[in-house]
């Protein structure tokens, strides 16, 4: 079986991903396993037609199609995304019907994000999805990794060859842009002091989010500071290189890094503006983002009220929603809402979150996070902690601020806990434990409301 292997990982054919793949072909040799570098080479697929149309026929002989990649910020690489984002526009049915798949890698920060748009993405461009493989980084060197690896790559033959049906596929989403909207208001007046920045994707074809803009800007009383993405020359999306894991310094050398540390780091106010891309925003927001990681794992922007403008089918893209919550959270940031346009009342919502930014800024105040960025945290802190000899800047800003938060650190917690495991031993003990703990769990709280 002839399958083609669309490797998303920037660093090619000498990362973590690409070795995943170079094991299969090892251990299947009775299968031809041929690699398009989409991600490493997405400048020259970009610009040279030729080189494209080849990718696809190549892409559309194939028996099966596997996607490989790192997960970078709960998705794929801005530059495989790129590439899909290609394929829509100049090959949209040109692999309706491919049997394909995805094998990831990762430290399981929100890779089943990053599955569920590629099985998205493969079923709007017409190809039979099945579900993909979400490997750790280490799990190839482990014997239990590598017999996972193979049972999954055998499964997926079968669903290639036609001998397993595979799943149903995603429903398609239908959108249309909104139409005849109101004049805007006239702006309010603005008060010095503080500032919110509003990163924005879009194109002159984005009427409907540049309209969204332009109505929060001219509803909010502090001062926004546009960043236009498209005005910005930012070199490529993050290498995955980890040169900047000692320093906090990115290899590029572009308008990236000025823009973020003077423009994003210092506003009170963080507005993310987008429009739907294939069931994510655009390329070049997502290499924006990715190029976050030239802070790695430290939360840079915590504290700092967040917020995100979509113009598209949002309520039909449950990850994307999941993606965006998560990126407030995670960075330990205040959400102050998602906005689209797909509501009949999406400019009151607008004004709303203008009143919104502008209350809390007075009265500043911070949700607990929730489940996402609880584990987050505790995922980052232990990954930091284990290589911390190669992200040590991670590791510098994690110990200075309090981030080792592990478990067996709380000594009193311990040796409590030790001497109740010892008391329940006794059985008059653990019944009347059992007794007290229907009312004694709720004592400090009572306290609380009797001050």
């Given amino acids: 079986m ?3 292997v669309i490797n998303g990982s920037p660093s090619g054919l000498k990362g973590v991903t690409a070795l995943h793949v170079q094991y299969l072909a090892q251990q299947l040799p009775e299968h031809q396993f041929e690699v398009i570098e989409a991600a490493r080479k997405i400048r020259q697929i970009e610009r040279d037609a030729s080189c494209f149309a080849a990718i696809v026929e190549q892409m559309s002989e194939a028996d099966a199609i596997l996607w490989a990649f790192p997960v970078y910020v709960m998705l794929v690489p801005a530059q495989l ?67 996972d690896l193979l049972g999954f790559a055998a499964e997926f033959l079968l669903h290639a060859s036609g001998e397993t049906p595979v799943d149903a596929p995603v429903p398609p989403v239908e959108w ?58 930012v070199a490529g999306g993050c290498l995955g290189c980890m040169q900047c894991a000692d320093d906090g310094r990115c290899r ?20 993310y503006a987008g429009a739907v891309r294939d069931r994510y925003l655009s390329a070049r927001m997502k290499a924006f983002i990715d190029r976050y990681f030239s802070n790695g794992h430290r939360p840079v922007l915590a504290n700092k009220l967040a917020g995100f403008l979509v113009s598209g089918p949002l309520q039909q893209l449950a990850p994307l929603r999941e993606i965006l919550e998560a990126h407030i959270e995670v960075g330990r940031c205040q959400r102050l809402g998602i906005v689209t346009d797909e509501h009949p009342d999406s400019d009151a919502r607008l004004t709303s979150m203008a009143r919104a930014a502008e ?4 009265a500043p105040w911070y949700a607990p996070p929730t489940f996402r960025g609880h584990a987050a945290h505790k995922n980052f802190r232990d990954l930091v902690y284990e290589h911390k000899g190669l992200m040590s800047a991670d590791h510098r800003y994690y110990r200075s601020h309090g981030m080792y938060d592990f478990p067996q650190r709380k000594l009193g917690q311990r040796l409590f806990m030790a001497f109740l495991l010892l008391l329940k031993r006794l059985p008059f003990l653990r019944r009347r434990m059992r007794h007290l703990m229907r009312s004694g769990h709720t004592r400090a709280y009572r306290r609380v409301l009797a001050a």
């Fill in 359 to 362: 209350r809390w800024l007075e």
């Fill in 81 to 147: 995304k790129r590439f899909i984002e290609l394929l829509f526009e100049r090959a949209r049915w040109a692999l309706a019907g491919k049997v394909t798949t995805c094998l990831s890698t990762s430290a399981h920060h929100y890779d089943h994000t990053t599955h569920d748009y590629m099985q998205g993405v493969c079923s709007d461009l017409g190809m039979t999805c099945v579900r993909g493989f979400s490997a750790g980084q280490q799990d190839l060197l482990t014997e239990q990794g590598r017999r």
């Fill in 252 to 271: 590029y050398r572009d308008e990236y890094a000025a823009a973020f540390d003077e423009r994003v780091r210092t506003a009170d106010v963080v507005i």
């Fill in 176 to 233: 249309r842009a909104p139409e005849g909207q109101s004049p805007l208001p006239a702006a309010v007046p603005k008060r010095p002091g503080r500032r919110i920045v509003v990163i924005s994707d879009a194109d002159p074809a984005d009427h409907s989010l540049r309209r969204m803009i332009e109505l929060f800007d001219r509803s909010v009383s502090i001062p926004v500071d546009r960043l236009e993405l498209s005005e910005l020359r």
């Fill in 2 to 4: 002839k399958i083609i």
